[in-house]
Structure formats: structure tokens, C-alpha cells
């Protein structure tokens, strides 16, 4: 396998960040049909958060959304590309969104999960995280095919 190395995204990275979220949500198909983001949506979190990328000679392979809300961190958008998940890809990510926000001054680190996604809590509890309360799903997002709602997960930056 060739090096993974990591950066920012830039503006002209919202196609291809776009078409590596819509591969690997492909599991959420089962209650969403439709991609999961698109260029324009990138674009608008670009402009109040950040992107981080994982990149293998040169294609783009993981990515995942950090924003800074004050005293508390956000990931979203977390996505390893079909191919390469299991390789240990998805927890460097967190790291480093982790690192970005504890840098930052953030005390705490925030994710929501879709409570149909059995398989997340896990994956997520196995790196720090507890879940901290439920949210409606979002009316900014396809409507879903049945009932379904956000769990939110919480960990201490310290
Ligand atoms: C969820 C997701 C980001 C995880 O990324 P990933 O790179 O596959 O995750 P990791 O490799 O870090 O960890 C996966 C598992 O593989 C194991 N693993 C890590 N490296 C490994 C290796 N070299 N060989 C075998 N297994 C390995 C890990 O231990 C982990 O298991 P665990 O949770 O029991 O500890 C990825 O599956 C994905 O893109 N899914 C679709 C989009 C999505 O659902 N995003 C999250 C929405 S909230």
C-alpha cells in the first residue's frame, strides 16, 4: 500500500470530497435514497468548518468535517473510501479532527450517528464516546424512507 499522507481541503476539493462521502455512505441507501451531500453542501460547511483528507498517491481516500462550536468540537461526514476501510484509516481521521479541536481549545468532542446505523455506537464507543442525547433528523437532509432520529455521541477532550 503507498503512504497516506493528510491536509486541509481547499475549495477545489468539493467534487471529489462529494463523490467519496456518497461511496461510502452507500450502507444508508436502505433508508435515504438519495447521495448523501453534494457539491454546494460541502461548499457551505467549507465556509464555517473544515475538511480534513486522506490521501493516497494523491487520491482522495478518507475525509472528515471538524468544527469548532466554542467550547465544544463537531466530526461529521466521516467517510473511508470502500476499498480501504478496516485499515485502521477511520481512527486516524478522528484523531486528528480530536487533536484539531483539543488544539483549539475545545473541552469536548461531538458526533451524531442515524439510530438505524446499528453498527456506529460501537465503533464510536470503542473510541472514547458515549452517547449524550437524541436529536430529530435533519429537515435539511432527504427525507427518509421510514422513522429515524439522531444519537448523539460525546467525549472529554482532555
Ligand atoms: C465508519 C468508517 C468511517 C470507519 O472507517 P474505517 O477506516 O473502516 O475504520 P477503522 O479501520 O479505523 O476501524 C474499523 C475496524 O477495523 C479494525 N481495524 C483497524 N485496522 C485494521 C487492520 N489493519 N486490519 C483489520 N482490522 C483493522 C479496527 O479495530 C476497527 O474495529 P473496532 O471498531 O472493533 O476497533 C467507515 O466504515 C466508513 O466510511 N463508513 C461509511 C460512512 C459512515 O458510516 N460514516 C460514519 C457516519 S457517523
Request: aromatic share 8%.
Amino acid at each position: 500500500m503507498n503512504q497516506i499522507t493528510t491536509r486541509w481541503a481547499e475549495f477545489a476539493d468539493v467534487e471529489n470530497i462529494a463523490h467519496l462521502v456518497n461511496t461510502a455512505f452507500r450502507p444508508e441507501r436502505f433508508f435515504i435514497d438519495a447521495d448523501r451531500t453534494n457539491p454546494d453542501k460541502v461548499r457551505t460547511l467549507l465556509e464555517k468548518g473544515k475538511f480534513l483528507l486522506a490521501e493516497e498517491a494523491g487520491a482522495l481516500v478518507g475525509c472528515v468535517y471538524v468544527e469548532l462550536r466554542g467550547e465544544r468540537g463537531y466530526f461529521g461526514l466521516l467517510a473511508v473510501d470502500p476499498t480501504r476501510q478496516r485499515t485502521g484509516m477511520g481512527s486516524r481521521l478522528v484523531e486528528a479532527a480530536e487533536n484539531h479541536c483539543r488544539a483549539a481549545g475545545c473541552l469536548f468532542m461531538d458526533l451524531t450517528t442515524v439510530n438505524l446505523r446499528k453498527e456506529l455506537p460501537g465503533y464510536y464507543r470503542r473510541r472514547g464516546y458515549v452517547e449524550s442525547g437524541t436529536l430529530p433528523f435533519p429537515d435539511d437532509q432527504h427525507p427518509p424512507e421510514m422513522p429515524c432520529h439522531l444519537v448523539r455521541m460525546s467525549k472529554p477532550l482532555n
